[in-house]
């Protein structure tokens, strides 16, 4: 059973920092690419940064400078490391796995709110 457990979010004022983590199991870790991605009320979900097996990463222009993603493939954890947060930064963060092949693999965590607010 495939498992994508997210933490570290909460509410944090406008210039703050927070941590992302997600804890992946029942996948090869090593070979999956693996991102972030949030969901704003009333908005579709989008990309915050991915991460590939190779380490090569990717992020909205919205983010560039301002979020790190990196991956620890010993302990299957991927992280989002936030800082200089806005208010527009608020959304509920998902991790995601992803495999291509002749078969997508495709997995999403449950997701972890996260509130930029005075």
């Known amino acids: 059973q495939v498992q994508l457990v997210e933490s570290g979010g909460g509410l944090v004022q406008p210039g703050g920092s927070l941590r992302l983590s997600c804890t992946a199991s029942?996948?090869?870790?090593?070979?999956?690419?693996m991102g972030w991605y949030r969901q704003a009320p009333g908005k579709q979900r989008e990309l915050v940064a991915t991460?590939?097996?190779?380490?090569?990463?990717n992020y909205a222009d919205s983010v560039k400078g301002r979020f790190i993603i990196s991956r620890e493939d010993a302990k299957n954890t991927v992280d989002l490391q936030m800082s200089s947060l806005q208010p527009e930064d608020t959304a509920v963060y998902y991790c995601?796995?992803?495999?291509?092949?002749?078969?997508?693999?495709?997995?999403w965590g449950q997701g972890t709110q996260v509130t930029v607010s005075s």
């Open positions: 995601n796995a992803r495999l291509y092949g002749i078969i997508l693999r495709d997995y």
């Open positions: 029942g996948i090869g870790f090593s070979v999956y690419s």
């Open positions: 991460i590939t097996k190779g380490g090569s990463t």
